[in-house]
């Protein structure tokens, strides 16, 4: 090999791997608490048998005054560096197994928030608050009678 296509050859290789040292961005991502809220709130609710959330006493209270939290309502976030806590304010539907309600949930909102975040989902408390009764079965049984 010349003189000169050694030299280009080093040339090129530095020029490699000044532009794969460049890769690495820095990047200084915060997201919100309330998004992460929406996230787990919406995961929450497409899971059968889960009714809807519900409103704790200051989630009531917000949304008397006028703070609208319609997604995320129902769910308390704890957020500690990239680890975060979820909190699930439920109610199920009538003759569902709740354990097997909590678990699908659980997997559910964990999958959700750590695809979509990037953040380390370290635990989801589901707490049952309610249990609601499908009026349209309440109807039909009253009829038989």
């Known amino acids: 090999m010349s003189e000169k296509t050694k030299k280009e050859v080093v ?15 820095d990047t200084n991502l915060n997201i919100s608490e309330d ?19 519900t409103l704790g006493f200051v989630d009531g209270i917000n949304q008397i005054l ?33 354990p097997d309600i909590a678990w699908a949930a659980q997997n559910s909102v964990k999958s959700a928030v750590e695809n979509m975040t990037g953040l380390d989902v370290v635990a989801v408390n589901i707490n049952v608050q309610g249990i609601t009764f ?4 309440d109807i039909k049984s009253n009829s038989n009678e």
Do not use: F, H, P
Not at 14 to 22: C, N, Q, R, Y
Not at 89 to 95: D, E, H, Q, S, T
Not at 134 to 137: H, Y
């Open 11 to 25: 040339e090129k290789k530095e020029t490699v791997e000044e532009a794969e040292t460049k890769v690495e961005i």
């Open 35 to 53: 998004v992460i809220g929406i996230i787990a709130g919406l995961a929450a609710s497409e899971v059968e048998g889960i009714a809807g959330m």
């Open 66 to 98: 006028g703070s609208n939290k319609k997604y995320s309502k129902g769910v308390k976030i704890e957020l500690d560096g990239k680890k975060v806590t979820i909190d699930l304010y439920v109610n199920v539907k009538y003759g569902v197994r709740i």
């Open 134 to 137: 499908d009026k349209k079965e």
